[in-house]
Structure formats: C-alpha cells, structure tokens
C-alpha cells in the first residue's frame, strides 16, 4: 500500500525558534496514526505545516502524488486534506447551517454538497436541532462536532484533528472518537490525531509517532507499545517524570 | 418644530453618505484588519472620472453626461478597477504585515493618488453640474424637502439591504463573513483568501463610487482632496460605531452625521465656524465613555 | 569617560553625525543649503518627537503635527511683536500681548502647551485599542486644525502672525536636533520606556494591567507631544510668519515617511529616514524644476515629487518593513559584542499592533 502522506525531514521555524526539527512521518492510506507528545512539543506546528498553515523553513511534504509545501491553505484543502485546528475555531456568529456549507463551497456540485450536508446532520443528529442556532452559543463538545463535520463537508481524503479532547469531558471525547472512527470505516478516511495524552489513542491508533521538543522520539505500532513503557520513556525524555506536572501518559 | 425635521432630514442624508464611506472602511478592517486612509480618495477617483481630463478650469462632463443607466454601471467599474489595482500592487505583498503596517501604506496609497488626480486635472477645484434636477423641492406637509436627499435615503438603505442579503444569503457573503472572523480557518476550508479580499475590495469600490455621485451632484465641485474629510468623519465613524462591527459603522456613521448637521444648526453664530471641532471633541468624549465604541463586537460583522 | 561613550555610543554617534552634517553645510557658506538644512534639523527634532510615541508604544499618530502646531503658535504668541499683537491678536491675554518675550522663553511655551494639550486628550484616547486610538488621534490634528484656522482673535485666522524674530538658523536647529535625539535615547533606555516596549509583546501585555500600559503610554504621548511642540516653536522663529496650514495632513504624511523610510522601531532609523526622505525630497524637487536643454525644459511633472516619496514609502514598506536601519541601532562598527548589546537594545523589530491576523 503507497504511501498517502510523506512528511520528510521538515523543519519549521518561527523566527529564531526552532518549532520542528527534521521530522520524517509517513501515513498510508485508510490509517489511523496518532501523535502524541507534551504541551508545545510542536504537535499543532506539524499539523499546520502539513495543512499549508505554515511554511517549512525545510523539507518536504508529499500528499498523494503533489509536493504541498508552498501551497496555500486553501489549495491543500482541494487537495483533499483538512484541518480540525485545536480549539475547534468554529465561526461563531455564523449559524450552524452556514458553517457546515461553508466547507462544502469548494465543490463545484451543489447537489453533491447537499447531499454531504444531509448525510452528517444523520451523523450529528445534536447539530440538526440546532442548525440554525449561532454556532457560538453551542456547548463545547457540540462544537468539537461541528468542527469535524465541517471539516468532513470539504470531502477529505485525510482529516487531520488536532487535539479533539481538549477541555471536553471524557464522555464527550468518547462520543467524538466514535464518530471519528465510523468515518474512517464508513468513508475510508484516512485519520492523523494529536493527542497530549496516549491512553485513549492506543485503543483506536494504527500507529504511534511520540513528538517532543520539536523530534520525532519515538514510532512505532499501537500494538507493539501498548504496555506504555516505551512511550512513557519518550514523551519524558531522560528527564525526571516529577518535572512535568500534570501530564500523564 | 418644522426647523428641527428640516435639519433632521439634513442629518439624515449626511449620515447617509458617512455611513456608506464608513461601510466601505468597515468591510475591509473586518476581512484584512486594514484601515484603508485611501478609501476616501477611491471617491475622489469616482468623482473624477465624471469629467475629461484636463487641467482646464472648467469641467466638461464625460461619462457624467451618459445616460443614469449607463454612467452609474461605468463609475462603479472605474472606482473598482482602482481600488482592486491599490490591493493587487500594494496591499497583496503586505498580507503578513501588521495592521499599523498597513494603514500607513494605505496612507501611502492615498497620498498618491490624491497628487496622481492633481497632476492630471490641475489643483483647482472645478464646478460640476451633474443633475441641476435632483435639487427640486418636494413638499411634505409644510416641510420642504430637496428630492437629492430623498434620492440620497433610498440609495444608502438599498445598498444597506443589498449588501446584507449578499452577507447573508449567498455563499462569497457566508465565506466573507467566515473569513472575517477568522480568516486562517476559513482558508483551511478551501475558502479562497485573496477572491475573498479582492471581493471586499470590490464591494468598498461600489459602495465608493456611489458616493462618488451622491456626493458630487450634492456639492456640484470636484477637488483632489474631496475624499478627505468624508474619509476621515467615516474612520471617526467607525471607531464610535464600534471597530469591526459593520452595524457599528452606520450607526456611527449616522450619528456623526447628525452631531455635525445638530452644531451647524444649533451652535451660536460665533462659534459655528469650530463645527467640526466641537464634533471631534464630542466624538473624543463619547469614546471616553465607551472606548470600545456604540455596538461593541467581539468579532466582525455581527449580527449584519 | 570611554566607557560611557562606549555604553552610550548610538546617541553619541547620532549627535556627532548631526553636528558634522550642521558643520559642513555651514562651510559651504551657501545660503539654500543652510536653509534646507534648518529646516531639515527642525524636522528631525519633531520626527524624533513622533517617534518617542511610535517607536515605543507601537501605535501610530496621525495627530503630532497638530501638536507641532501648537507649540509653532506658542512660540508666536510669546515672541512676536507687541504692536502686531495688541492690534491683531486682541484675544490674548495681556501679558501675551504687552511683552516680547526671549526665545527661550518662546520655546518653553513651545514645550509646555502641547504637553498640557497632549495630556488632556491623551487620557481619553490613550483608553482605546491601538488601532481605535491611531484613528483617534486624527482627531487631534482636526481639532487642532479647526481651532487654530477659525479662532481669529488669538491666532489671526486664516491671515497669518508676522513679526516673529528669526533666530533659529542650522546652529540652533541642530542644537535642538541633538537635544532630542538624547532625550529620546534617555527615554528609550529608561525603565519606563522599557516596559512600553516590552507591553507591545502580548504575553507581557497580558501580564501587566492595562492600567499600568494605559499609563505609561499617556507619558510617552506628552513626552512626545512636547518634543513634536518644540520643532513647533524652532519652526515659527525659523520662518518668522505663521499660518495653520503647514501643520496638516501633508507634513503628517511626510514626517511618518521619514519614520517608515528609516525604520519606526529604532531611534537611529528616524534620524536616518529624515536625511534620506530629505535627500531624496530635494533631488526629486530639482527633477520637478527641471534643465533646459537649448529652448526645450525638460522636467518631471508638478507632483511627482509627492508621488515619487508616496511610491518610495510603499516600497519600503513591501520590501523593507523595518526600513533602512532594519530596526537596528547605530552603533561603532569594531565594537565589542558586549558594547553591542548594550546599545543596540531595541526589543523587537516588528512593529507590534494589536490582534493583527496574518492571512
């Protein structure tokens, strides 16, 4: 099976801060590929970098057949890529409606972007009672939903989702994992996670890329570090665990 | 009782044209964050483009004597292709930029245009008579009313209307008001960023040009600087109104428009000649009060 | 001493410049060229004024050339002839009226009503966004505007105040020139100035209360508004007649181009930009007069030396957004690397605005 995404010795740069430093990863088609790595480990860079968001300061990142470095954000999105950005950025004042047609504006069909439409409010059964609602006044997780149907109406051939359990309640980031997971199965959506945290991602995960400060730690499949240790030891680096409150792999 | 309508339908027509200049600038500080100085002159450039170019005394009417149906459609397209032209050449490579970045090279921007006008038409003011019929008196009951003012109202509320139906109901309007919240998040939906940004430039371009003509057939006088003062009472405008905030920008714009039109009426004589003093320093207290404006918005284009 | 000049050397060199451009214009003995030349220092000290707000608090003014016009009319008001005020000026007060005050004196006016002026707006404005107060602050140079060219019986109207002693000349220009140039270093490296830079960061910025960034922008606004006032007073007793017209958006336009052509964010860049935007101002003004070559004149047209500094602001700011200094401070090239840091202290190149996006 070839390769879907080729993320190859990437460095990122912002100003004199070096966010990425030679990161290789490589996502085949229909996997689902975790990141997991403490805060500011430079997980939502790699991201934007591979969404167009930001630009490498070296390297390459080959999506399907097409380099995307340099490419606009907008066009890595035709491309067949989207971005779940951490913290949701959900257009506020705009309805629920609105967001969800604003990802499907990039198809010429209407008729195709209706019917996408249709198909995630019986997805999201919580969005349609809503659709007409500002989509500033949802709850958290409603949003978290919204967030990855809007990005699912853009008809990606890889989501990409940027910490989808941050400050929801457990309950919630099961629900959004769920659904995450039906897509892959129903749609055959290739999926890469960030997380802060593995417990979760090592039950759904194919694979594991263990990111901090700015390297690739460690890679490796779900099945063979599903005892933690090895991630543990990643994520911490040689460092004493203690030094990192309230971060627990 | 008669005088204070009169000088209300005054205030109104005036507010009318700030706020459409003050819409013009708002439209773009939501998408680009772009206090745009040369907004002001995009009028100057619609006014102008009525008449030949020449640096003669005298204007004769160009395009200003084709029909209505003819002249509106052209001065629009005039106005637009300048004010697309200022962000192709001078705001496209400023994208990254900061917002002070930006207003200065639109003061730039400005600065040129105003003496590129001046080189071309000389710097004397020229009389223009674009449509002596618009200054007939309708009577209201006993109130006296110009038609231009009324023609002045129907204008701004059905471009008012047009642009919010647009906002509203289309999708470039639900990708502008997208990228006018948040533009990076709209682009990672395939939202283009610079159609969108040439989209509000255009918008700004016409709802200049309207002006343009407003303006012109009310003064009946063409000055490279012209666009000047309806530029800086519509920023005053739009900070009163509430920055961001594209109701914020007519009601600022109507109410600066009545706070002019009110001391030009009400002042006594000796001090009527420190109008627009007064009006600043009012504008200045009422930002005092309410340093986040009349219609604070978190974001842009609330609530259009 | 040596240490002290090494630890001070931007300013030293800056005056030093100053004085020698002061000194070989007044060897060439030639009269436009010391006129220029004064003109020129007085517009310095006014830019420098301009930058002490800008270039520390990071919000751009569009009113200081309204404070320049104060303190133009302050300087008038003190030192012009008795016999003009007391038949055109009957609006002031008698003390104003009766007496022909010394050019010191003059240039205190000069200094102190703008400053009083400045801190009156400045509490109100000084409460809005960055981006809401540069708007706000064309309403100063409004006000001022409308004021001045309307209040007939303290400022003549739309005549002018004559009878203003010319004592300034490039000596005394460059005087203030140097003068401001220091006091705005002094400012720069004070604690204060310190801080309004480092709030221009955002995580400090939320750090400090907005009452404490309230504050110690209102003081670079005076301090500022003070300086841009004295270049006012140079300006009255350089050309020895006064109307308001100068002090509008034209001269605003110029003098923040000589800031963006040199480089906002250090204070060598609005020293370097005023000779630059000078020089090139000139030469595009001998282009506009134009040769004659046998019985045809060939010259630019009226305006291109508008255009020409418009265009020329434009590209810089494309091109080179931190201008010619690229945000840096002058400093002695074989300097240490530690005498560097010590000088050179500007905090960060970018201008900062407030919640800019970067589409």
């Known amino acids: ?249 | 009782m008669i005088g204070f309508l009169q000088n209300l339908i005054d205030a109104v027509s005036l507010g009318s044209i700030y706020a459409l200049t003050a819409l013009g600038i708002g439209l773009l500080f939501g998408i680009l964050r772009l206090i745009n100085f040369a907004h002001g002159d995009y009028i100057t450039i619609g006014a102008y483009a009525l008449i030949v170019p020449s640096a003669d005394v005298t204007a004769r009417l160009l395009i200003g004597d084709l029909p209505l149906v003819v002249m509106t459609p052209l001065i629009c397209l005039i106005v637009v292709v300048a004010a697309l032209l200022s962000d192709v050449l001078v705001f496209r490579p400023l994208r990254r930029a900061s917002s002070p970045t930006l207003m200065i090279a639109s003061f730039a921007v400005s600065y040129i245009i105003q003496n590129g006008v001046m080189m071309l038409y000389g710097a004397r003011p020229k009389a223009v008579d674009l449509w002596s019929g618009a200054n007939t008196q309708i009577l209201i009951g006993d109130l006296r009313v110009p038609m231009l003012q009324l023609i002045i109202l129907v204008v701004t509320l059905v471009l008012m209307t047009a642009l919010t139906l647009f906002l509203r109901k289309t999708p470039y309007g639900i990708q502008m008001r997208a990228a006018a919240e948040d533009f990076r998040m709209a682009t990672y939906l395939g939202v283009r960023g610079n159609l969108v940004i040439g989209l509000a430039f255009a918008i700004s371009g016409i709802l200049a040009a309207a002006v343009s003509l407003l303006y012109t057939t009310q003064s009946g006088s063409l000055s490279h600087t012209m666009g000047l003062p309806l530029a800086l009472f519509a920023f005053v405008a739009v900070v009163v109104g509430g920055m961001g905030s594209l109701v914020g920008a007519v009601v600022g714009g109507f109410t600066i428009g009545i706070i002019v039109t009110m001391l030009q009426a009400y002042l006594p004589p000796e001090l009527r000649a420190f109008r627009d003093a007064f009006a600043f320093a009012f504008v200045i207290l009422v930002l005092l009060v309410r340093p986040a404006g009349l219609v604070p918005s978190r974001t842009s284009f609330e609530r259009v | 001493m040596r240490d002290f000049l090494i630890r001070h050397q931007t300013p030293a060199l800056l005056v030093a410049g100053l004085a020698v451009a002061a000194g070989l214009g007044v060897l060439t003995g030639n009269e436009t060229v010391q006129v220029t030349l004064t003109e020129m220092f007085i517009r310095l000290v006014v830019v420098v004024g301009l930058w002490v707000f800008i270039g520390n608090s990071g919000i751009i003014s569009f009113g200081h050339i309204g404070f320049m016009g104060v303190g133009a009319y302050a300087a008038a008001w003190a030192s012009a002839e008795p016999g003009f005020k007391q038949i055109m000026l009957s609006g002031l007060p008698v003390f104003l009226q009766e007496n022909q005050y010394p050019f010191a004196f003059a240039i205190i006016g000069a200094t102190l009503l703008p400053a009083l002026v400045a801190l009156l707006l400045g509490i109100a404005l000084m409460r809005l966004s960055g981006t809401a107060a540069s708007i706000a602050t064309f309403a100063v140079l409004m006000i001022v505007n409308s004021v001045y060219a309307n209040w007939d019986s303290v400022t003549a109207g739309s005549s002018s105040i004559i009878g203003i002693p010319t004592v300034v000349g490039p000596w005394v220009a460059v005087g203030f020139a140097a003068g401001a140039v220091i006091v705005a270093y002094l400012f720069q490296v004070s604690r204060l100035g310190l801080m309004l830079r480092a709030s221009r960061d955002d995580e400090v910025a939320a750090r400090a209360s907005a009452v404490e960034v309230r504050r110690m922008r209102l003081v670079a606004f005076v301090l500022s508004a003070a300086i841009a006032g004295a270049g006012g007073g140079l300006y009255a007793q350089f050309l020895g007649i006064l109307t308001i017209d100068p002090f509008y958006l034209g001269l605003t336009f110029i003098t923040l181009a000589m800031l963006v052509v040199g480089g906002m964010s250090s204070l060598s860049g609005a020293v370097a930009g005023v000779f630059a935007v000078t020089i090139i101002v000139e030469l595009l003004r001998v282009a506009e007069r134009g040769v004659s070559l046998g019985a045809i004149d060939i010259g630019l047209p009226l305006g291109s030396q508008e255009i020409g500094l418009g265009v020329l602001m434009a590209l810089i700011l494309i091109f080179r957004p931190n201008g010619l200094s690229n945000g840096r401070e002058l400093v002695w090239p074989r300097a240490t690397p530690a005498a560097k840091a010590l000088a050179g202290r500007t905090l960060s190149p970018e201008l900062a605005g407030d919640a800019a996006p970067s589409p």
């Open chain 1, 1 to 249: 099976m070839g390769a879907l995404l080729t993320v190859d010795d990437v460095h990122v740069r912002y100003g004199d801060l070096v966010a990425l430093r030679e990161v290789s990863l490589t996502v085949a088609q229909g996997e689902v590929v975790c990141v997991i790595g403490p805060n500011g480990a430079g997980k939502s860079t790699l991201l934007a970098a591979v969404a167009g968001g930001v630009a490498p300061w070296r390297g390459s990142i080959r999506f399907g057949d097409a380099e995307v470095v340099g490419l606009r954000p907008e066009l890595v999105a035709r491309q067949g890529l989207s971005l779940v950005p951490e913290g949701r950025h959900i257009f506020g004042t705009l309805t629920v409606d609105e967001n969800l047609r604003i990802g499907g504006f990039i198809h010429k069909g209407r008729a195709e972007a209706k019917a996408d439409h249709e198909r995630l409010l019986e997805l999201f059964p919580r969005l349609r009672e809503r659709l007409n609602f500002p989509a500033g006044r949802l709850s958290g997780g409603e949003q978290q939903m919204l967030a990855v149907a809007r990005a699912v109406m853009t008809r990606p051939r890889l989501l990409l989702v940027d910490e989808p359990s941050l400050g929801l309640a457990p309950r919630i980031v099961d629900q959004i994992y769920e659904i995450l997971l039906d897509l892959r199965r129903r749609e055959g959506l290739t999926l890469i996670i960030n997380e802060q945290s593995s417990n979760r991602i090592l039950k759904h995960a194919d694979r594991i890329y263990v990111l901090r400060g700015g390297r690739i730690q460690l890679e490796g499949r779900a099945a063979d570090l599903a005892d933690g240790e090895a991630i543990r030891s990643a994520y911490f680096g040689f460092g004493s665990p203690a030094t990192l409150e309230g971060v627990a792999p």
